[in-house]
C-alpha cells in the first residue's frame, strides 16, 4: 500500500489566496505586527516569510525589530503600545526569546483579541473550553489539512505524540473539539507504538527525528508530522516517511506538509481577529 501524500505546499498556498481575495473584497485592511528581539537567523528568516507572505495577502506590516539586549520592561512597553495601536489587529512575538527575558510574561501581555498565535491563557481557556477564540496556527493548519484530504475526524481515534503548549495540547483540544477520540502521548509514555498503533489520525510532535516508523502505524492511519530537523541528509520530520508511505493511508512530507501550514493559519487568524475587533467597536 502506497499513502496518498498531502501536500501542504498547495493547500497553503490555496488558503493565502483565498485570504487575499477575501481582504481585497473587504473594506478592512488588517494589519499584522511582528516582534523580532536579537539577529537569530532561524527566526530571523521565519519572521521575514511571515511579513513577506502576508504583505502579499494584502496584511499591512508593524513589524518591530528589537536588539538582543532590549529589557523586558522595554519589551512590554512595545506589545502594550501595539495593544493600544487601532492600526494593529495582530501582535506575534517571535519566539524563542533571548534567555534574560521571561516569554511566559511577554505573551501574557498581549491582548487576547489579538493573539494571533493563539498562546495566551485566555486563548487556551477559550480552547480548552470550547469558546470562540483565536488558534494556535501549527495544529489549526494540521485540521485543515486533515479536511483537505478528506479524512473523517468525528468518531475517528486519534493520537497525539507531544504536549507543548505550542503544537500537542491544542492539537489534542482541536480534535476533541470535532469529536474524534484522543489520546496524548509524552516523553514519559510507555510502548509508544503500542498506543500509537491504534490511531486512525495520529499527529507527531516530539521533535525527535524519525521517532515514527511503520511499527508505530495502524494501515490505512492518516499520519501528520509536525516534526522539522535538519540533518546532513537534508530535513527531515518526526516521521520515517519512506516507511510510514507503505503502511499509512495519508501522509505529510518534510518539507512541504505542516510547516506552509502555520503561515496560512497566522493570515487567516490575522483576518478573523481584524474582523471580530472591528464587529466589537
Ligand atoms: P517541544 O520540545 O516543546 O515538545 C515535545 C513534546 O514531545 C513534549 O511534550 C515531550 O514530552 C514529547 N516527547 C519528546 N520525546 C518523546 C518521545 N520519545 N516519545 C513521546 N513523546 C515525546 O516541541 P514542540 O514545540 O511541540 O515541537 C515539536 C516538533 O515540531 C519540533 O520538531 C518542532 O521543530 C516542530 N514544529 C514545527 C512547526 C511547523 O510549523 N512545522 C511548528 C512548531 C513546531
Redesign the pocket.
Given at each position: 500500500m502506497s499513502a496518498t501524500v498531502i501536500d501542504g505546499k498547495e493547500l497553503a498556498g490555496i488558503l493565502r489566496r483565498e485570504v487575499a481575495e477575501h481582504v481585497a473584497a473587504s473594506a478592512i485592511a488588517p494589519g499584522l505586527a511582528t516582534v523580532l528581539v536579537g539577529d537569530d537567523p532561524a527566526s530571523g528568516i521565519y519572521v521575514a516569510s511571515k511579513r513577506k507572505l502576508s504583505v502579499a495577502a494584502g496584511i499591512r506590516d508593524h513589524h518591530r525589530h528589537l536588539p538582543s539586549d532590549v529589557t523586558h520592561d522595554e519589551l512590554e512597553r512595545v506589545v502594550d503600545e501595539l495593544n493600544a495601536d487601532a492600526e494593529v489587529d495582530g501582535i506575534l512575538v517571535q519566539l524563542p526569546l533571548p534567555a534574560h527575558l521571561d516569554a511566559a510574561a511577554v505573551i501574557a501581555r498581549i491582548h487576547p483579541d489579538k493573539d494571533v498565535d493563539g498562546l495566551t491563557e485566555v486563548s487556551a481557556g477559550r480552547l480548552a473550553l470550547n469558546r470562540p477564540g483565536l488558534r494556535p496556527c501549527?495544529p489549526s493548519g494540521v485540521m485543515r489539512l486533515l479536511d483537505w484530504a478528506g479524512v473523517d475526524i468525528k468518531g475517528a481515534r486519534a493520537v497525539v505524540?507531544?504536549?507543548?503548549d505550542?503544537?500537542?495540547r491544542p492539537q489534542a483540544q482541536l480534535l476533541l473539539a470535532r469529536d474524534a477520540t484522543v489520546t496524548v502521548?509524552?516523553?514519559y509514555?510507555t510502548d509508544?507504538a503500542a498506543v500509537t498503533r491504534t490511531a486512525d489520525i495520529l499527529v507527531v510532535?516530539?521533535?525527535?527525528p524519525r521517532?515514527v516508523g511503520a511499527e508505530h502505524i495502524k494501515p490505512g492511519a492518516a499520519v501528520i508530522d509536525?516534526?522539522?530537523?535538519r540533518t546532513d541528509e537534508g530535513l527531515c520530520g518526526?516521521v520515517d516517511f519512506d516507511a510510514a508511505r507503505q503502511v499509512a493511508g495519508y501522509v505529510t512530507p518534510v518539507p512541504g506538509g505542516?510547516?506552509p501550514m502555520?503561515i496560512a493559519s497566522l493570515l487567516q487568524n490575522t483576518v478573523t481577529a481584524a474582523e471580530l475587533r472591528r464587529s466589537r467597536l
Amino acid at each position: 500500500m502506497s499513502a496518498t501524500v498531502i501536500d501542504g505546499k498547495e493547500l497553503a498556498g490555496i488558503l493565502r489566496r483565498e485570504v487575499a481575495e477575501h481582504v481585497a473584497a473587504s473594506a478592512i485592511a488588517p494589519g499584522l505586527a511582528t516582534v523580532l528581539v536579537g539577529d537569530d537567523p532561524a527566526s530571523g528568516i521565519y519572521v521575514a516569510s511571515k511579513r513577506k507572505l502576508s504583505v502579499a495577502a494584502g496584511i499591512r506590516d508593524h513589524h518591530r525589530h528589537l536588539p538582543s539586549d532590549v529589557t523586558h520592561d522595554e519589551l512590554e512597553r512595545v506589545v502594550d503600545e501595539l495593544n493600544a495601536d487601532a492600526e494593529v489587529d495582530g501582535i506575534l512575538v517571535q519566539l524563542p526569546l533571548p534567555a534574560h527575558l521571561d516569554a511566559a510574561a511577554v505573551i501574557a501581555r498581549i491582548h487576547p483579541d489579538k493573539d494571533v498565535d493563539g498562546l495566551t491563557e485566555v486563548s487556551a481557556g477559550r480552547l480548552a473550553l470550547n469558546r470562540p477564540g483565536l488558534r494556535p496556527c501549527t495544529p489549526s493548519g494540521v485540521m485543515r489539512l486533515l479536511d483537505w484530504a478528506g479524512v473523517d475526524i468525528k468518531g475517528a481515534r486519534a493520537v497525539v505524540v507531544g504536549r507543548s503548549d505550542l503544537v500537542g495540547r491544542p492539537q489534542a483540544q482541536l480534535l476533541l473539539a470535532r469529536d474524534a477520540t484522543v489520546t496524548v502521548c509524552h516523553r514519559y509514555t510507555t510502548d509508544l507504538a503500542a498506543v500509537t498503533r491504534t490511531a486512525d489520525i495520529l499527529v507527531v510532535a516530539a521533535g525527535v527525528p524519525r521517532l515514527v516508523g511503520a511499527e508505530h502505524i495502524k494501515p490505512g492511519a492518516a499520519v501528520i508530522d509536525v516534526g522539522i530537523h535538519r540533518t546532513d541528509e537534508g530535513l527531515c520530520g518526526d516521521v520515517d516517511f519512506d516507511a510510514a508511505r507503505q503502511v499509512a493511508g495519508y501522509v505529510t512530507p518534510v518539507p512541504g506538509g505542516v510547516g506552509p501550514m502555520t503561515i496560512a493559519s497566522l493570515l487567516q487568524n490575522t483576518v478573523t481577529a481584524a474582523e471580530l475587533r472591528r464587529s466589537r467597536l
